[in-house]
């Protein structure tokens, strides 16, 4: 029902930023909360952040706050996540998720999900 492409993954110095983006079809953007999680090799997927279906409120991991920002653009059906200040630890294989309902920090709350883009973060 839902398609989720993402886009922006690429590779970065340490201290530098980066703009991940998921534009989504097939389904009325304003009725999913969307969120993004991350996955290292060898390690399981993580959250990272969430926002709802208005863009009213969001959620974060701790690692995360202050540097990434996630937003929403209805007009576009597209999520944005801004990673600024950004770690080696931060590698990953970044992905996007759309919920029927709240935002969640659970992987297991989504119904849709994307491919994946992957960010390096060199030191």
């Known amino acids: 029902q839902v398609q989720l492409v993402e886009s922006g993954g690429g590779l970065v110095q340490a201290g530098g930023s980066l703009r991940v983006s998921c534009t989504a079809s097939g389904g009325t953007f304003s009725r999913y909360a969307m969120g993004w999680f991350r996955q290292a090799p060898g390690k399981e997927r993580e959250f990272v952040a969430a926002i709802n279906r208005i863009g009213v409120s969001t959620l974060s991991a701790d690692s995360v706050k202050g540097r990434f920002t996630i937003s929403r653009d209805s007009a576009k059906n597209t999520v944005h996540l801004q990673m600024n200040s950004l770690k080696p630890e931060d590698t990953a294989v970044y992905y996007c998720?759309?919920?029927?309902?709240?935002?969640?920090?659970?992987?297991?709350?989504?119904?849709?999900w994307g491919q994946g883009t992957q960010v390096t973060v060199s030191s």
């Open positions: 998720a759309a919920l029927q309902g709240p935002p969640s920090r659970l992987m297991g709350e989504y119904d849709y």
